[in-house]
């Protein structure tokens, strides 16, 4: 069997995108120093969420709403990064929510009636945690004018520049290597707040992938090697966590909460 490996949750650049590569790199590496002996394939722009359905990948990283909605008893957890980055807290994570910087919106309330975007109906940091923060306001189960489905949080974000939208929440560390690798694009935009914080997103492999094999990419992570460190030190990681299942409940209660404020849908 040839496993898959990817990392495409976070590439916004190319210099971001061959990071992650290399800390691929490094994980198989020390997982091969170990002793496993199997053959890896790299999925380079992979289809979600079919990669993360797949029996055979071998090591990636998902979102947490869908790990709770769509990938039960599909996927193991290994680790969760604890970025150092604006909105991170551990290896929790928020989103920020973004507005121009010379437009109408001063607090979430202003933003009733106008355009929102998000990148995906099953996104945790684009809708998930949108919708909870703007639950207590939203009347008859409505706030936003309109919603506009993006695909992406780099177009949300383009989509809120260009005064097609008015509003979009962005996974911080989305947000911080755009700023980091791209400050211009930014120009004009601000970080009205951000949301409520959940676990980030967890380093997981499929189904069919041994109990041992997970332990032993687990101790890679949580442990790391100086060639490994100095990779996450590039990438902002300042360690992984190994975190339970449990704690992902916190992203069904964020919609939950919603739920309970009659606003079960973003719009």
Not at 41 to 51: K, S, W, Y
Not at 235 to 254: S, T, W
């Amino acid at each position: 069997m040839t496993w898959k490996v990817a990392l495409p949750m976070y590439n916004v650049s190319p210099a971001v995108r061959e990071a992650y590569e290399a800390l691929l790199d490094t994980v198989l590496d020390a997982l091969r120093a170990d002793g496993w002996q199997g053959q890896v394939a790299l999925v380079r722009d992979p289809a979600l969420p079919g990669l993360w359905q797949q029996p055979d990948l071998l090591f990636g990283q998902t979102c947490g709403y869908p790990y709770m909605t769509q990938l039960s008893g599909q996927v193991q957890l290994i680790a969760t990064p604890s970025y150092a980055m604006p909105g991170c807290s551990g290896s929790d994570y928020a989103s920020a929510i973004v507005v121009r910087s010379n437009g109408p919106i001063r607090s979430l309330a202003d933003a009733r009636g106008l355009a929102a975007a998000a990148n995906d109906a099953h996104s945790n940091s684009g809708m998930n945690v949108l919708r909870h923060a703007v639950a207590p306001l939203a009347v008859d189960g409505r706030f936003f004018g309109k919603v506009t489905w993006s695909g992406s949080h780099h177009a949300s974000l383009g989509l809120v520049r260009e005064g097609a939208a008015d509003i979009a929440a962005v996974d911080c560390v989305t947000f911080a290597y755009l700023q980091q690798e791209n400050p211009a694009w930014l120009e004009g935009l601000s970080v009205l707040q951000y949301s409520a914080s959940s676990p980030g997103l967890p380093m997981i492999a499929g189904g069919q992938v041994p109990a041992e094999v997970v332990a032993q990419l687990r101790t890679v992570l949580l442990q790391p090697n100086p060639a490994l460190q100095q990779l996450m030190h590039t990438l902002r990681i300042r360690a992984f966590e190994h975190r339970p299942h449990g704690d992902y409940m916190r992203i069904l209660q964020l919609e939950q909460a919603a739920q309970a404020g009659a606003y079960p849908t973003l719009r």
